[in-house]
Each structure stands twice: as structure tokens, then as C-alpha cells.
């Protein structure tokens, strides 16, 4: 990797937010962070106390519980100079929606809050925070490219992933029709309102074949095991990737999904 | 409590309003008394030798054809060509505009000038636009006997007369011009803000032309 | 109008097994989006002009009470009349007082929600009255008995087959070899229709799109003429509208203007813009001769300093529903009540209650997408999260969500009960993905696998992994 400021010695520590589904589902996208992270100069540590960020219960209304998993968050992550996760939801969750809820509570909004400033997705920790501007990795394939909606519109994320993408020796990125719109995953949606979600992750998935390329690539789980999900039972021939995976070269896992 | 102080109650209620603060009154009547121009994009702040042709640009977009002639005297011409060039029956309607009065009509023979409002069943109307917008392409028309409402929306065709000189780059200039004429809080019946021809596109979401207004939006800009 | 937002989901399955609807819905998702941005694009000062737009509204919520005043003096000065009405139902007895008084028989209405709101043509209906719509694509759905499926294009939810077959059926003047297959041929003889109707009229009645405390203006915006011809055409025109339309000066509403059919329409303009000020004046040719407004609250004012007061900036164009992907696959009607898409998600409850308006802010996936195209800056997913919490505070979810996410949330309190229980599941749930890496049914997890594969997990949990590998380090580094 390069790009980064390679002058100064110290090497910041982050903190690595795993998101549960990762932690769950796909370690692997972990230790892609992981090595992401390493990579641009910083050191690496996972807190054991920490679970998930909270959506769930914050997306159900239950303000009480959202409140509880973000104190255990915040908890967990003091001391770092940077918490970073692979996903742009997750990411929101901390760094956009934390402050709220501790409104009227002096000192645990001013906690939240300067955990917030910290907190960062991880493309957008290597490209804004690191300046990386290219990974070392080879890799002769076409993929295309999922804008998760959280990441776009909460943290802008939408050119960083590309950029790094581009330096892939050998990959070509092309854009399906409408990468920004959703797929229809939602958190508790995809269940709650299973029909509609079809729906959504249908035409998602009509684009993501039309466009022609090998893997599907995004920056959150959760909306890959969606169209990943779709995409297998539709028998599609495309591979769902986590975006961190190509980047780290760590692409040598199954697909999300397995393979057709 | 009649309703309208029910409301009024509710909404100070909600807004846990006390009814006697002076800022809150000073601050809406200073606001209605300045009624300050807001941001004007750059596109509305030509200078005038360049506002008409952006007028005729953004007016064409909008599906109106723009002819220009170099003196009031030459419109009633230019409006005889319009309808002879769409085989239209060569008549008109328009109200007791001044300035379209004083236009030598006579000179068209064939021309049949009907006066008042709309009955519905004419197929051309003439209109004297107060002034025009180039950043949109918008006519406006005021209400009044000079030019009727109803010819604005009935005739199949409306042909709209605007001086070149009273084409101002935004509304804000417009609205600061009807606010002389008429005085302060004050307004005629009607405003028209008129940006090409009427359409629809509830059917498909296909834009058809002509939906309950007129299908064709002709404007004649005299002079500039 | 029958209230069906409690049946949502139902409404959706239906909704989702129309090939009809489903057709119509590309038109949505292929016209609006493209227009909005190319729009959008060629005026560089857009967003400036929304943060300023938003502000004016702002401004006006927090002094409503002075505006409304300030407008009903410029109102009666000019000649017109004010009415208020708390409710639905005062509304409707205003107007149908007003349609009786002119001996009205013919009333014909320009597009408009409010009306809608308020179930006016129902009422007057009941009430020897004749509505009739004369916007196309409202007039399409009164001729089938239905309600907008669109805030702005009411009739979005249909095909051109459709409505030739209506028109066949209602117009009986009509030929049988006459050429209807074309939205042109099916504009041309709606308008021919609705001509006659504008000169019978003797009351017409007209929504507004702002309400101008500086001078007493009430504004329309429209692109098909027919606005107009319904208020300047019959012997009275009554405007109804809700209080929050007000704006201070016609300035403000210049800028909000320019937000306005950019959002909508993607139009830098709509056609006609049409300010109204009192009745016809001393020597005016046309023009009605009364001018009433009906100021409806019906909910608004309780609004007003909660945590929904924002909603009220909302200027009605539809940009909202035109993004949002649940509004692109389930279409208006299946909302079940007036106000679709995630305008109508977070309007509802307020205006009908959350109890029977509770399932449409939770039919969203939070995608912010309208959030990110709203002229207003409204911030819809927020809001429609604050009537979630309301429905959580209220117990309203339904037990067996309220007890999944209790048990979830119990673990995640507890960073190392949750380790050890993910710990012990994961594999489980790994020995089951089998050699595919994936898992075609799962139980209590149908909502997920009826429509697709759950992807397995990898053999152990990440932080299973991540301690091992801390332990081999510190091996080494011994």
C-alpha cells in the first residue's frame, strides 16, 4: 500500500469494530480490515466487549436497549485513535446516530460524542484518514459495484471503494444500472416485510446480472447476504464479495453464498 | 371559542407560545414589511441585452415558439403570419390592452378581432404580457378588462405579446415591480406565471401537449 | 375514504401480484429520477436554494399563529373570505355551506390532497352535489372509483389500456371505431369531456400550494390549465388548505418555487403558477365573484412542537415516493390511506394515529433516499423511526418481534454471554451450510429463506479466531 504519510513513526492504534454479522457470518472480511488497517501504517486491536452496534433495537424504536449496547460500545473503544468497521451501516450507527441517544445525559453525550469523531468505515478510513491510494494486489476479473445505502448518504462513501478498486491490477469495474439504489435488505425489513424486500432484492439482482461481471462487490454484509442470497437461489453464476476481500487479496475463501 | 381562536389557542399551545411576546410580532412584521429577495441564481441576473435571448432559449425549451419583431406596430403582421402558417381561421380574441389597442390592426384585413373575455370557443387569443422572466422562460400576465384570465387558458392558441424592455432576469425583479404598481401588501386579482404551452403527463407519464389550456404557446417580443 | 394502512401487508401481496401495477409502476421508477437529476444538475445554486427553502418554512412553523393572522387580514382586505376548520368534518360543512348557498349543482375541483383528506367528493356526493375532477389523471380515477395512488400523479398506478377501457365504458357518446390506443387520443377526449363541465360549474374548488401571508395570495401550480379554468371560470372559488401552507412574502415564495417543480416534475417551472388574490374586481371581465378560503388544521397544530413539527415543511412534490424502493414496488394504494410513499409513512400516523397508521414508517429499509432528494430537507427515515419508538414506548409491535428482539438484546448487553453463545451456534449453524456454504430453509427464519438463501458461516466466529491467533503471537513473542 502507499499514499500514506510515511514520515511520522508513530503508528496509530485502532480499535476494530467487527460488526456481528462479519463476526458471525464472514471473519474473513475481518482480517481483510485487519490487514487493510496494518497496512496503512496503524496497529490492530479487537476488544472482546464489544457485541453489536445497536440497530437492531435502535431501528425497532427500543431507545432503552440501543442506549445500553452503545454505552457497552463506547466502553469498549476508549482509548483508541481510531474505531473503524467494514461497513458503512454499522459505521453510521456509531458515528451519526450514538450522540442522539444520549440527548439530556451531560457526560455520556460528550463521550458519545467524541467516540463519534473517531469512528470510521474502513474504505473510507484508508482513503480519507490513511490517503491510500492503491493496494498491491493482482487479480484478473470484472466486478461490479453495490453503493450500500447507509455508507453513501450517511458518510459519503462512494468514491473511496472505487478508487481503491482501480488500482487492482488486472480488475475491471463495471457499474450496474442504479448502484445506489437499495436492495432491499433493511435490517429487520428483509424478515418483517419479506415480500416487499423480494421485491427490491429482485430487481437488484436483475442489474447486478445485466452488468455482465464475475463478482458483486459492496461494503456491507449484510446487504451482500441479501443479494447474495437472492442471487444463489436464482441460480446466478456471480460470486458476492465483500469489497475488503479483493482489496486484501484475501478473495481465496468461498464466495458469500457459496459458489453456483 | 370560535374555531378560528381554537386554532390559533392549539398552535400557540403547541409552540408553548406566550401570547404577549413582542419579539415574535416584531420579527414576522419586519420580515412581511421587508420581504427580502432571497438567492437568485446567477442564470437571473444577466444583463438586459442578454436576458432576451435567454428568454427566447429557456421559453423554447419549454415548447413555445418566440418571434420578434422590431416595433409594436409590426405584431398585428407577425400575428396574421403565425395563424395563416398553422391554417388557422384568421381571427382573434384579446381584451382592451392599451398597447394592443394602439397596434395598427386595421392594416390585416382577413384579421377578425373579437373582444372580452373567452368564450371558449376561439382558437387563437392575444395577450400583453406586464413582463417576462428569463430565467425560466415565464410570461406574466395580470388580471384586468386589458386582458381577461380566460384567454389565457381557453383559446387553442395564445399568443403572447412582451416587450423586449420588460423582460427582467428573475421573479424577484417581477414581484418588486407588481408590488409598485399596485402597492405594498396589494395585488391584481390574478397573476399568471405562464412557462410554455399546457401539459399532462398522467397518462404513462408521457408528455402530451394541449392537456386543458392551450396547445400552443406563441410569444412575440417587440423590440430589444 | 376506508381506512386500509392497518392491512399494509395484505395490501402489499396484492399489490405485488398486479402484473398491471407492477407495468405501470416502471413508469415511476424510469421517468421521475432522471428528469429530478438533470434538473437538479443545471442550476448550481439547488442546494443552497433548499437549505434556504427549508429555513423559510422553519421560520414560519415557529411563528404560524402571527402568519395565520397577518394572512386572514390581507384575505379580507382584498375581499375574501376566511373560513376554519378544526376538523374534517367542519371543513366539509363549510364548503358544502358555501356550494348551498350558490345554489351549486356542478362543482369542479382542481388537483387537489387536501380535498382528498377531507373525503370532499364522497361528501358532496351524499349531498345532491356533483363533483367533478377535472386534472386527467384525477378525472381518470373518480371515473373508476378510486383515490390517488400518487400526491402528484394520481393516476400513476394504471396503463393507457386501461384507461381507453374506462373511457369506453363511461363515455357512451363515444364510437366504437374511434382511435383511443394513445395517451394523446385519450387527452383529447378527456379534454373535450371536461370543457363543457368548466362553463356548468357554479362552484370550483382548487387546493393551494402556498398561501401568502404578505399580500392574502393563495398560489396553484399545475401544468394542465385545468387549475385555472376551474377557479376563474364558476361564480365562486373556494381554495381549501391546510395551515401550514403559509409562507411570509412572496419572495419566499420565489424560493421556494425553484425547489418546487425540480423536485416534482423535474421542470424548472411548472407550466402555470397562478396567484389569486380576492374575488373579481371593479371592472374585471372574468373572474369569480366570491373568494373563499377554508384553513383546515385537522391534526397539524398538535404537530407542531414534537418531534414530527418538520414534517409540516413538506411542500407536497412527490420527489419522496418517486426514490423510495418500497413505494417503487408496492405502488400508492397499498399505503391504505391518502398520503403515500414516505411522505404519507410519516404524515399518517400523525393525521389518522399510530395504531392504525403503524405499519408504514416500518415499511422502510431506512435506504435515505428520500431523505437525500427532499427540497425540504426533511429528514422522513428519522421521523419514521421516532412513530417506531412511539409504537415500542406504546407496547404496539407485536409480541413475538417484541420478544425475538428482547432476547437479542439481552446478549448484546452482555458482551461475554454473547460470546460464548455465538460461540456454541455458529458452528451449528456452519455444519449446515454443508459443502454449498449456504442454507435453503431455516426455521423461525422464513422471512429470510421463502424468497432466499441464507449464506452459512464460516466454521467459528471471528473473535473465536482472532483470540486464537492473539494467543499464537503471544507464544511466539515469549
Known amino acids: 500500500m502507499t499514499g500514506m504519510n510515511e514520515t511520522s513513526d508513530y503508528r496509530p492504534r485502532v480499535g476494530l469494530f467487527v460488526t456481528c454479522l462479519v463476526d458471525l457470518f464472514r471473519p474473513t472480511i475481518g482480517f481483510a480490515a485487519v490487514k487493510l488497517i496494518e497496512g496503512s501504517g496503524c496497529t490492530v486491536e479487537v476488544p472482546m466487549t464489544q457485541t453489536c452496534c445497536g440497530q437492531p433495537a435502535y431501528n425497532s424504536g427500543d431507545r432503552t436497549d440501543a442506549r445500553a449496547i452503545a454505552e457497552v460500545t463506547i466502553e469498549a473503544f476508549e482509548g483508541f485513535d481510531y474505531v473503524v468497521a467494514p461497513s458503512g451501516s454499522c459505521a453510521g450507527m456509531l458515528k451519526k446516530h450514538y450522540p442522539g441517544l444520549f ?7 460528550a463521550r458519545a460524542v467524541a467516540f463519534s469523531a473517531k469512528v470510521f468505515e474502513l474504505s473510507s478510513f484508508l482513503v480519507d484518514v490513511r490517503g491510500v491510494t492503491r493496494v498491491d494486489v493482482k487479480r484478473k476479473t470484472k466486478v461490479t459495484y453495490h453503493d450500500s445505502c447507509s455508507g453513501l448518504r450517511e458518510l459519503g462513501i462512494r468514491e473511496q471503494p472505487r478508487a481503491l478498486l482501480s488500482s487492482i491490477k488486472g480488475l475491471k469495474l463495471v457499474e450496474m444500472k442504479d448502484p445506489d439504489v437499495c436492495c432491499g435488505f433493511g435490517g429487520t425489513f428483509c424478515v418483517k416485510y419479506s415480500d416487499i424486500s423480494n421485491a427490491i432484492v429482485e430487481k437488484k439482482t436483475a442489474s447486478i446480472d445485466a452488468a455482465g461481471a464475475e463478482i458483486l462487490l459492496a461494503g ?7 443479494m447474495a442470497g437472492k442471487l444463489k437461489r436464482e441460480g446466478s453464476a456471480v460470486e458476492a464479495r465483500h469489497v475488503a476481500e479483493l482489496l486484501a487479496g484475501m478473495d481465496d475463501t468461498p464466495p458469500i453464498g457459496g459458489w453456483k | ?103 395598427p390592426w386595421g392594416r390585416q384585413r382577413a384579421l377578425e378581432l373579437r373582444f372580452g373575455p373567452s368564450d371558449g370557443y376561439d382558437e387563437a387569443g392575444v395577450s400583453h404580457a406586464v413582463a417576462a422572466i428569463a430565467e425560466t422562460g415565464t410570461l406574466v400576465l395580470t388580471s384586468g378588462p386589458e386582458n381577461p384570465t380566460t384567454i389565457n387558458f381557453l383559446p387553442e392558441h395564445h399568443i403572447v ?12 425583479t ?16 390574478t397573476v399568471n406565471l405562464i412557462s410554455g404551452p399546457s401539459r399532462s403527463g398522467d397518462i404513462e407519464q408521457k408528455i402530451i401537449l394541449g392537456a386543458h389550456g392551450p396547445r400552443a404557446l406563441h410569444i412575440i417580443v417587440v423590440g430589444g | 375514504m376506508d381506512i386500509t394502512s392497518p392491512a399494509f ?17 416502471g413508469n415511476v421508477r424510469a421517468g421521475f429520477i432522471d428528469k429530478r437529476r438533470k434538473a437538479v444538475d443545471a442550476l448550481p445554486e439547488f442546494e443552497q436554494l433548499r437549505d434556504r427553502a427549508r429555513d423559510i418554512k422553519n421560520h414560519v412553523l415557529e411563528h404560524l399563529d402571527l402568519y395565520l393572522e397577518a394572512y386572514e387580514a390581507k384575505v379580507q382586505a382584498s375581499g ?83 384507461v381507453e377501457a374506462d373511457f369506453r365504458r363511461v363515455h357512451d357518446h363515444l364510437p366504437d371505431h374511434r382511435d383511443l390506443s394513445e395517451p394523446e387520443a385519450l387527452l383529447g377526449e378527456a379534454r373535450r369531456v371536461l370543457r363543457s363541465q368548466y362553463f356548468e360549474a357554479d362552484v370550483g374548488i382548487t387546493g393551494a400550494n402556498f398561501l401568502v401571508a404578505e399580500t392574502g395570495t393563495s398560489i396553484i401550480v399545475t401544468n394542465e390549465g385545468n387549475g385555472d379554468l376551474t377557479q376563474v371560470l364558476p361564480r365562486v372559488h373556494v381554495v381549501v388548505a391546510s395551515i401550514e401552507k403559509i409562507v411570509p412574502t412572496l419572495e419566499d415564495v420565489s424560493q421556494i418555487l425553484r425547489v418546487l417543480a425540480r423536485s416534482a416534475t423535474g421542470q424548472e417551472m411548472s407550466v402555470y403558477t397562478t396567484l389569486s388574490t380576492g374575488p373579481r374586481r371593479k371592472g374585471d ?79 422502510s429499509t431506512f435506504c435515505g433516499r428520500c431523505e437525500s432528494v427532499c427540497p425540504m430537507r426533511i429528514p422522513l427515515p428519522k421521523m419514521m423511526r421516532h412513530w417506531r419508538e412511539r409504537e415500542f414506548e406504546r407496547g404496539l409491535n407485536p409480541a413475538t418481534q417484541r420478544f425475538g428482539l428482547g432476547l437479542w438484546a439481552f446478549f448484546a448487553r452482555r458482551p461475554r454471554l454473547y460470546r460464548l453463545a455465538t460461540a456454541l451456534a455458529i458452528p451449528v449453524l456452519s455444519l449446515m451450510g454443508g459443502r454449498k456454504r449456504r442454507i435453503a430453509w431455516l426455521p423461525f427464519a422464513g422471512g429470510w429463506t421463502r424468497h432466499r438463501e441464507l449464506p452459512a458461516p464460516e466454521s467459528r466466529t471471528f473473535m473465536q479466531q482472532w483470540r486464537d491467533r492473539e494467543a499464537v503471537a503471544r507464544q511466539a513473542a515469549r
Not at chain 2, 174 to 189: D, F, H, Q, W
Not at chain 3, 9 to 25: P, S, T
Open chain 2, 1 to 103: 371559542m370560535n374555531t378560528r381562536d381554537t386554532i390559533l389557542g392549539k398552535v400557540r399551545s403547541s409552540l408553548h407560545i406566550d401570547p404577549s411576546d413582542a419579539a415574535r410580532r416584531k420579527a414576522v412584521e419586519e420580515r412581511l414589511k421587508k420581504a427580502a429577495p432571497g438567492i437568485v441564481p446567477a442564470r437571473g441576473q444577466l444583463p438586459p441585452a442578454q436576458r432576451v435571448a435567454l428568454f427566447a432559449e429557456m421559453a423554447g425549451k419549454l415548447s413555445a415558439s418566440v418571434d420578434h419583431v422590431r416595433k409594436a406596430t409590426d405584431v398585428p403582421k407577425a400575428v396574421t403570419e403565425y395563424l395563416r402558417g398553422r391554417n388557422l381561421p384568421c381571427a382573434v380574441r384579446m381584451g382592451s390592452d392599451p398597447r394592443l389597442a394602439a397596434m
Open chain 1, 103 to 109: 440527548k439530556g445525559d451531560a457526560a455520556w453525550e
Open chain 3, 285 to 363: 371581465v372574468d373572474g369569480p365573484e366570491e373568494y373563499h378560503v377554508v384553513l383546515l388544521d385537522n391534526g397539524r397544530s398538535a404537530m407542531l412542537g414534537t418531534e414530527f413539527q418538520d414534517m409540516l415543511r413538506c411542500i407536497r412534490c412527490g420527489a419522496c415516493m418517486n426514490h423510495c424502493p418500497v413505494y417503487h414496488a408496492v405502488g400508492g394504494h397499498a399505503y391504505g390511506w391518502v398520503y403515500p410513499g414516505p411522505m404519507g409513512a410519516v404524515l399518517t400516523p400523525s393525521l389518522i394515529g399510530v395504531d392504525r397508521g403503524g405499519h408504514l414508517p416500518n415499511a
Open chain 1, 220 to 226: 456491507d454484509l449484510g446487504c451482500l447476504m441479501n
Open chain 3, 80 to 162: 375574501g373570505k376566511v373560513h376554519w376548520a378544526e376538523t374534517a368534518a367542519q371543513a366539509r360543512d363549510i364548503i358544502l355551506d358555501i356550494c348551498r348557498k350558490a345554489d351549486a349543482r356542478t362543482v369542479t375541483k382542481g388537483k387537489s390532497m387536501i380535498t382528498e383528506e377531507i373525503g370532499l367528493n364522497d361528501f358532496l356526493q351524499e349531498n345532491g352535489i356533483r363533483p367533478v375532477e377535472t386534472d386527467l389523471g384525477e378525472y381518470i380515477i373518480q371515473l373508476r372509483g378510486e383515490h390517488p395512488s400518487h400526491i402528484i400523479a394520481p393516476a400513476v398506478h394504471l396503463n393507457k389500456e386501461q
Open chain 3, 9 to 25: 401487508k395484505a395490501n402489499a401481496r396484492v399489490a405485488l401480484a398486479d402484473g398491471q401495477l407492477q407495468k405501470a409502476l
Open chain 2, 161 to 172: 405579446v412582451v416587450d423586449a424592455a420588460d423582460i427582467e432576469g428573475d421573479l424577484e
Open chain 2, 174 to 189: 417581477v414581484l418588486a415591480r407588481i408590488r409598485s404598481a399596485y402597492g405594498k401588501g396589494r395585488m391584481p386579482r
